[in-house]
């Protein structure tokens, strides 16, 4: 049991260039969610899917596009990267956006550089 | 609407010393709080949950934290600090149903002095 796994682990882009960042849940959870965290501001959120098939913006989502491919797995995609998107992202789960208490689980996140 | 504030960017103890990280937040509705750790490098995780059945919570690790309504604060609290304590804390708040009203705290990094 793995819980959240994200890839990369670190990556390094030039401004302008696209990527992927991957995530996958192995805890059969309804809702995802991605997250970036710059210093001294906590975690924003980008996009979150409460279950399959249905996704939707978060507090910050100007620049990336996400896709839920299935139960498992819920990708975030720079299409052309900036030096602004320069941070720690994680990825999340839980099992069902709505319920009392609903309980996160974050994956051990991916730093992205942006030059 | 919903914010949340932990009153301190950084807090250093002694090994051996009470811990108190403060947090306070505004909701329009009933609340769920967490507090969250997050040690260098690695993803976040939970360490408490609030979610009405107590007003005292008790988390891993030895931590706890107690909701007050009428203050409107959740602080953390541990009663003697451990070198592993080290490490930063988030307080959260939520409203059941949309993602939109999760808000992290902007985090508390604890120091340990041996």
């Known amino acids: 049991n793995a819980g959240v796994t994200q890839t990369p682990k670190f990556q390094v882009l030039k401004t302008g260039q696209s990527m992927t960042l991957q995530c996958a849940q192995d805890m059969n959870h309804n809702s995802m969610y991605w997250y970036r965290q710059d210093p001294g501001m906590g975690l924003r959120l980008i996009y979150y899917?409460?279950?399959?098939?249905?996704?939707d913006k978060g507090e910050v989502p100007n620049g990336y596009n996400v896709s839920r491919l299935n139960k498992r797995e819920f990708s975030l995609r720079l299409e052309s990267a900036a030096p602004s998107q320069t941070s720690v992202y994680f990825c999340?789960?839980?099992?069902?956006?709505?319920?009392?208490?609903?309980?996160?689980?974050f994956g051990p996140g991916t730093r992205l550089t942006v030059l | 609407a919903q914010s949340v504030t932990q009153l301190d960017s950084h807090v250093s103890v002694s090994e051996g010393t009470p811990v108190l990280l403060r947090c306070n937040y505004s909701?329009?509705?009933?609340?769920?709080l967490f507090w969250y750790v997050q040690h260098p490098n690695k993803g976040l995780q939970l360490l408490l949950k609030?979610?009405?059945?107590?007003?005292l919570v008790k988390g891993i690790n030895g931590f706890e934290a107690e909701f007050k309504k009428s203050e409107t604060s959740f602080h953390l609290t541990k009663p003697s600090a451990h070198m592993s304590d080290a490490a930063e804390y988030f307080c959260v708040v939520s409203v059941r149903s949309s993602a939109s009203k999760i808000i992290f705290g902007s985090g508390t990094r604890l120091s340990i002095r041996p």
């Open positions: 999340a789960s839980s099992e069902a956006l709505g319920r009392d208490a609903d309980t996160q689980y």
């Open positions: 909701s329009s509705y009933s609340p769920s």
């Open positions: 899917s409460a279950s399959e098939g249905t996704t």
């Open positions: 609030y979610t009405s059945a107590a007003t």
